[in-house]
C-alpha cells in the first residue's frame, strides 16, 4: 500500500511511537526521524560509514510504520530501486558517503531526467578514494553539482546540526516532492556522529508536502508535460492504467524517446532547468549573522559553519565587524543574495573542510576588488573557532 | 499496407500504437519474444493495467519497452532488476516483468540478477540471450560462445560464457526455464508460468540477432540461426546424463526448476505485521 505519510493512521503511528520533546541523538538519527516525519516509507541502501546509523535507524523504525526497509546489493541499486519505488507513489530515500555516492551518479541523473522525486543524503567523508573512511570532510560539494553526466540542474542543502538535520531532511522531501525531483543533501561525518539535543516536534508542526497528480487523464497522458506552467508536470503513478512509458533516454512531453529531434531535448532539458531556476521559492534558504554592517565577511556551509559563528561572535566581542553567511541550499547557490553582501564587504573568508571547493562560487558573484580568501583544512578534524578566528583577524 | 498486416495480427491490442514501428531488425528474435510475451498475456487473460514492464539499455531492452501498452520504466544499462524490485515492494499485486538483453542482465546487471534470484522477489525477467552486444555494434558478450567471432574478439572469443539459467538457479530463483525463439509454444508455456510463480522467475531466451552475431558467424539469414539453435538444442533431460564434453557448445534446453520459497515481499510484508503486532500498533 502507498503511503503518503499524511493519513490518519500514520500521524496516530507517529504519535503514539515518537514523543515530541528533547532527545540526545546522533545527526544521522536525526535525518532518519526528520524523513519518518517528511512520510519517508521506502528506504533502499548500503552500508557504508559514516552515513550507516541512518539506515539502522530506518531498517528499524520503519517497519513500526509499515514502510519498508531494504538492503540492496550495491549503491546502484539502492538508487534505482527507489527510483522504481518513488513512481509507485511512495517517498524513497537513501543515505550512503563518497564512494557509495560516486556509484550512484548514474542513476542519479536518471532520476533528474525522469523527474522522479527522491532524496539522496552523502554523508560527506574523507576521499578521495577510501581515504580516511571514517573522518568527516566537505570534499562533495562539486559531486553534488557535476557528479553526473550531462547538463542537469540539482537542488542540494547542507545541515549545520543535529537539530538542523532533522528539519533540512523533512525540507528536503518536501522540495523534493513539490518539485518532482531528487534532492541531495550534503551532510558531513562530523554532524553524523556527533551526539547533540535534537527537539523532536509534534507531528502537526510539521509540514508534509506531497507530489502533484493528474487531475484527469489529460493531465496523466502527459507525464512530461506542463500544464500548470510552473515546469512541474503531475506524475501519473504506475498501477494506476495510465499505461506510463518512462525512459531516460530524451522524450517528449507524452513519455515516448525521441533522440533525433534537436527541438525535443532543448525544449525537455530546458524545462527541467526552468523547472528548478523557477522556482527558487520553493528551495532557496541561507542563514545570516550580523551581516547588515558586516565588513568582514565569513561564508561557510554544513558543519564548518558552527565555528565560523564562534569565530564571528568572538570577532564582534574584540569589536570587528565580522559577519556570517550560511547558504542552506548550497545549490543552486543563493548567488543574488551572495552578490548583495559582497558589495559591501571588505573581505570574504570561506572556511570549509576541503580544499577550497564553495569558494569557488562565492568568487562567481563577488567583485575582483574584494579580497577572498579560502580557510581551509583536511585531514578529517573539523576547523576550530580559533582557527577561524585568527584568519578574521589577519584582515581586520 | 502496414496498416492491414497490424489489424490482422491479434496481439496488436497490446501494443503502443504510436511507437510502432519496432527499432529492431528484420529477422531480428526480439520480436518473436515480444510475440511469445503478448500470447502469454493474453492466454493468462491478465489485464495490462496489472502488469508493470522494466527493461534496461539494448536492442532487447526495447522488445516490450515502449512496444507494449503497460506501465512502462525503461531504466539504465545493467540495472533493471533493481528498478523493478523497487516497484515490486511498492506495488505487491501487479505483475512486475522485466525484459532486456543478456548483456545488460547477466553481465553489467549480473550483480542485481543474483540477489534477486536469492532473495526470491516476485519478479518475472525474460532475458533475451543473443550471444552479443547488438545495440553497440556486435562486441563480446558474457554468453558469447567460446570461438566465436565478434567486433572486440575479431580473431576468437576466448572466454567461457556464463550458462545464465544455470547460475539464476543455483543462486535460488523459484522457477527457470530456456527456451530458443525456434521453441515458441514452449516459451509460452514457460512465460506463463514465470508470470504465475510466487517468487523470482527466469525464462532465457535463445534469441537470434543475424545482424550483429549471424553475419560474423557464417549465418547471415535468420532461418540458418534457427537452424542452428534446433540442431543443437538438448533438452534437460538428456543433459543430465551427457558429459561436459559432449555438451560444448549445445543449448541445453526446458524447465530448470520449478519450486516454491519464501518469497520476498510477502515476507517483508509479514515481517512488518510482526512488528506492529510486538509494538502493539495495530489500530484497536
Ligand atoms: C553504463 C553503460 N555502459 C555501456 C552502455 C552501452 N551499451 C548500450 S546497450 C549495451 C549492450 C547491450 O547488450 P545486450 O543487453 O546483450 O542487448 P542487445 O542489444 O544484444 O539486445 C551497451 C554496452 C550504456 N548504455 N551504459
Ligand atoms: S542488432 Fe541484432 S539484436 Fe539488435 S535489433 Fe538487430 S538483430 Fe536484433
Known sequence: ?396 | MAKEIYSRYPMIKYLRKEALPTALCPGCGGGTVLNAFANAVDRLKLDPKDLVVVSGIGCSAWIASPYFLADTLHTTHGRSIAFATGVKVGLPDKKVVVISGDGDLASIGGNHLIHAARRNIDITVILVNNFIYGMTGGQLAPTTPYGAKTTTSPYRNIEHPLQISETVAAAGASYVARWTTAHVYQLIESIKKALTVKGFSLVEVISQCPVQFGRRNRMKEPAEMLRWYLKNSVPISKAKNMSPEELEGKFVIGEFVNRQRPEFVSELNKLIDEVQEHFGLKEE
Open chain 1, 1 to 396: 500500500m502507498i503511503i503518503r505519510g499524511d493519513e490518519p493512521e500514520q500521524i496516530r503511528l507517529i504519535k503514539k511511537l515518537y514523543k515530541p520533546g528533547n532527545y540526545f541523538m546522533q545527526g544521522n538519527e536525526a535525518v532518519a526521524y526528520g524523513a519518518i516525519f517528511a512520510g519517508c516509507r521506502f528506504y533502499a541502501g548500503y552500508p557504508i560509514t559514516p552515513s550507516s546509523e541512518i539506515a539502522e535507524t530506518m531498517a528499524r523504525e520503519l517497519p513500526k510504520l509499515r514502510g519498508y526497509y531494504l538492503q540492496m546489493e550495491d549503491e546502484i541499486g539502492s538508487i534505482a530501486a527507489m527510483v522504481g519505488a518513488s513512481w509507485t507513489g511512495l517517498k524513497v530515500m537513501t543515505a550512503t558517503a563518497g564512494p557509495g555516492f560516486s556509484l550512484m551518479q548514474e542513476n542519479l541523473g536518471y532520476a533528474v531526467m525522469t523527474e522522479t522525486p527522491l532524496v539522496l543524503v552523502d554523508v560527506q567523508r574523507s576521499g578521495p578514494s577510501t581515504g580516511q573512511a571514517t573522518k568527516g570532510a566537505q570534499g562533495d560539494f562539486f559531486q553534488a553539482r557535476w557528479g553526473t553526466h550531462g547538463d542537469h540542474p540539482i537542488i542540494a542543502l547542507s545541515p549545520t546540526s543535529g537539530q538542523d538535520a532533522f528539519w533540512e531532511t523533512v525540507r528536503a522531501f518536501n522540495i523534493a516532492e513539490k518539485l518532482r525531483t531528487p534532492v541531495v543533501m550534503l551532510f558531513d561525518g562530523v554532524l553524523a556522529h556527533t551526539r547533540e539535543l535534537v527537539k523532536i516536534p509534534d507531528i502537526e508542526e510539521v509540514e508534509i508536502a506531497y507530489r502533484k497528480l493528474p487531475k484527469n487523464e489529460e493531465e496523466a497522458k502527459l507525464p512530461f508535460g506542463d500544464p500548470h506552467g510552473d515546469g512541474v508536470p503531475p506524475m501519473p503513478l504506475f498501477g494506476h492504467g495510465y499505461f506510463t512509458h518512462v525512459t531516460g533516454s530524451t522524450h517528449k512531453e507524452n513519455g515516448l524517446r525521441d533522440v533525433y529531434t534537436p527541438e525535443v531535448h532543448d525544449r525537455l532539458v530546458r524545462r527541467i532547468h526552468r523547472k528548478i531556476e523557477g522556482n527558487r521559492h520553493v528551495y532557496e534558504k541561507y542563514e545570516e549573522h550580523f551581516t547588515d554592517d558586516a565588513e568582514i565577511l565569513v561564508v561557510s556551509w554544513g558543519v564548518t559553519a558552527r565555528p565560523a559563528l564562534g569565530a564571528v561572535l568572538e570577532a564582534r566581542e574584540e569589536g570587528i565587524k565580522a559577519g556570517l553567511f550560511v547558504p542552506k541550499t548550497v545549490h543552486p547557490f543563493p548567488g543574488e543574495r551572495m552578490r548583495e553582501l559582497g558589495k559591501k564587504a571588505r573581505a570574504i573568508l570561506v572556511p570549509e573542510m576541503n580544499l577550497g571547493q564553495m569558494i569557488l562560487e562565492v568568487q562567481r558573484f563577488v567583485n575582483d576588488d574584494v579580497l577572498l580568501k579560502g580557510v581551509n583544512k583536511i585531514g578529517g578534524v573539523p576547523l576550530t573557532v580559533n582557527e577561524i578566528l585568527r584568519e578574521i583577524r589577519g584582515v581586520a
